[in-house]
């Protein structure tokens, strides 16, 4: 008996100590990257500005690195972390709810719905709030055709879905390769490709006030269900037989995700490849209990894409898309770790 | 609890009948052995039971009420199901694993608590695996696995049980070890089961009664003894057989010996 109790203590502490690193190292981060950039901004000076936002006691002239920092860094390092945390989260409750590992937060097709409206908001206008607009409102329209074609009379069977939802993302891969060829190759095309590549650039506070509530709604509700995505992972007769709604749970989960990808396209383009490893490394670290799995990749989400865009913004003078960094900073890394563990994690 | 079908019949989408005009009924703390060749729709009628498929026909009571007045999660309280084990695809810990079987308790956005680790505990204590609790469900064998499952079931608390073809891919002494484990739950917990199963001699060890199902829409149920005949063997199976008593240290006990078909 006594050995039982002290086992299940040991297993509290570590699981206190991991949760501290969980939210030690996002935060660690978050104030490394408003200090980095090509204008440095050494720690105290970059902490004492956060602070006297924070808690506004006395008015402080605007110095450069006051704009700097609150105008540029901030807004953007929300951003990339919530965007990071949000897609990992997804990927994990979807490779979950589908019992694959192989599953990404795009295999539903929201992510090529949400890029043809955002394609097809950068061709006739350009403002960003109607690529915004555009983008959620086409993601969302590509998971309803794709729950069309899948649902029959009795439920819908996950392979009927994620054949579906490849139907759907061809059809509107199609439609952005139809916008491209239309635009105007001097300043549209290269704007819509440039911009599907993925990229934070010129993030303000006002583009944010659609896409962050969705995508903290969305990981929000995702966190609350994690445990009932362990039941969900499982066959879905065996789910269905350990009494609960397997239909109205997917959904559920499929919707909170499909919040968090339209609007994280919505917001700076397509970001691949995070929504797919991210998941596995969290396998690797925590295992695949999804109570621990999607905090966990919550984290380590956050951190990944906050570092792929300190790279984008300053490793040259120009910004390099996303999607290029997220692979090819995290292919050789995730082929490190597959190597090392043999893929036995999940 | 007692757990009635009554007239169960199910037929697949094109109308093509598989059994009909089914009937058995199991009381508290009996075993039900559900015998027949392959393709007789065993696995289907177990389904249907419980309402994971639906009847054609018929109709499933549990305490002489109808299932579907149940509310689902009610009816997922009482009856514990345990499938063939087909594996997962992630490796959960034995504990995390036959913690699902809380599921039925716990709301969309509950996580099951100190309670509900504790029944589990005691379900992997009532099955004998609890020295597999911290272990990963990749690493340990078939036999070990099944009786996992079989404790997720009993996590859920349930009056009766319903099982699978618990024994096929095991082993001669985990074949034992699942038989006796269903043997001290009906026994000592009082959980009636009802389980699918190809071995005749099983059926005979362990049942009270049995259903024999056959092609053709034949079927026949009543007590173990009296279903597992000689002439039902040949008649269901195809095969002739010999029923062999004989004395283990006082109890007769008896063997089913395939002789030709």
Redesign the interface.
């Known amino acids: 008996m006594q050995r039982t109790s002290l086992r299940t203590n040991d297993i509290k502490k570590i699981n206190k100590l991991g949760m501290l690193v969980l939210i030690l190292v996002p935060l660690i981060g978050f104030f490394i990257s408003l200090c980095l950039g090509r204008y440095w901004v050494d720690p105290g000076t970059a902490f004492n500005i956060l602070m006297t936002h924070l808690f506004p006691t006395d008015v402080l002239g605007t110095s450069i690195e006051e704009s700097v920092i609150m105008q540029i860094r901030l807004p953007r390092i929300i951003l990339a972390m919530l965007v990071g945390a949000g897609l990992a989260v997804s990927g994990a409750a979807f490779q979950?709810l589908f019992?694959?590992?192989l599953v990404s937060p795009h295999i539903l097709g929201v992510s090529a719905g949400a890029g043809f409206g955002a394609a097809l908001g950068i061709l006739i206008s350009g403002k960003v709030l109607y690529v915004q607009v555009l983008a959620i409102g086409f993601g969302t329209l590509a998971v309803i055709i794709t729950y069309m074609i899948s649902r029959q009379k009795t439920g819908t069977p996950l392979f009927m879905l994620v054949l579906s939802g490849v139907i759907t993302g061809a059809f509107f891969t199609a439609l952005i390769s139809l916008i491209k060829y239309v635009a105007d190759p001097e300043e549209v095309l290269p704007a819509i490709v440039y911009w599907l590549m993925g990229s934070m650039a010129g993030a303000s506070y006002d583009d944010l006030l659609i896409g962050v509530p969705m995508i903290l709604v969305g990981i929000i509700a995702l966190l609350?269900?994690?445990?009932?995505i362990?039941?969900l992972?499982?066959?879905e007769?065996?789910a269905?037989?350990?009494?609960?709604?397997v239909q109205r749970?997917r959904w559920?989960v499929i919707m909170a995700s499909t919040l968090i990808t339209s609007a994280a396209v919505s917001l700076c383009g397509i970001v691949g490849w995070i929504g797919l490893v991210i998941p596995h490394i969290g396998?690797m670290l925590v295992?695949?209990?999804h109570?621990i799995l999607l905090p966990t990749s919550c984290s380590i989400g956050a951190v990944y894409l906050l570092v792929i865009d300190n790279i984008a913004r300053t490793a040259t003078a120009a910004e390099i898309p996303l999607s290029i960094l997220t692979a090819i900073v995290g292919a050789p890394f995730f082929a490190y770790l597959l190597r090392k563990t043999g893929g036995k994690w999940? | 609890m007692r757990l009635e079908v009554k007239n169960g019949e199910f037929a697949y989408e094109n109308g093509k009948i598989l059994f009909d005009k089914v009937c058995f009924a199991v009381e508290k703390g009996e075993i039900l052995t559900i015998l027949g060749p392959n393709g007789v729709g065993k696995t289907t009628l177990l389904k249907c039971t419980t309402s994971l498929l639906r009847w054609k026909k018929g109709i499933t009571l549990i305490d002489h009420r109808p299932l579907e007045e149940l509310k689902t999660s009610d009816v997922w309280k009482k009856i514990g199901y345990v499938p063939q084990n087909r594996g997962t695809v992630f490796s959960y810990t034995v504990l995390d694993m036959v913690l699902l079987g809380r599921a039925p308790y716990l709301s969309l956005l509950a996580m099951p608590g100190k309670r509900d680790v504790k029944i589990a505990r005691d379900a992997l204590e009532t099955v004998g695996a609890a020295y597999l609790e911290e272990k990963r469900c990749s690493e340990i064998s078939g036999g070990e696995m099944q009786m996992v499952l079989i404790a997720r079931a009993l996590a859920s608390e349930p009056q009766t049980l319903i099982l699978d073809e618990p024994e096929s891919h095991l082993d001669f002494k985990n074949q034992l070890l699942i038989l006796e484990v269903l043997q001290k739950i009906a026994r000592e917990k009082e959980i009636s089961c009802i389980i699918n199963t190809h071995f005749p001699t099983h059926a005979l060890q362990i049942s009270d009664k049995t259903l024999m199902l056959g092609k053709d829409r034949r079927h026949v149920f009543g007590p173990t003894s009296k279903v597992i005949t000689e002439d039902n063997l040949k008649k269901y199976f195809d095969v002739n057989v010999k029923i062999v008593p004989f004395d283990n240290e006082g109890t007769i006990m008896k063997t089913v010996v395939p002789l030709a078909s």
Do not use: F, H, T, Y
């Open positions: 979950g019992g694959n590992p609350l269900m994690r445990w009932r362990n039941v992972s499982l066959n007769e065996e269905q037989s350990l009494g609960i709604n749970s559920l396998r295992g695949p209990d109570r999940s």
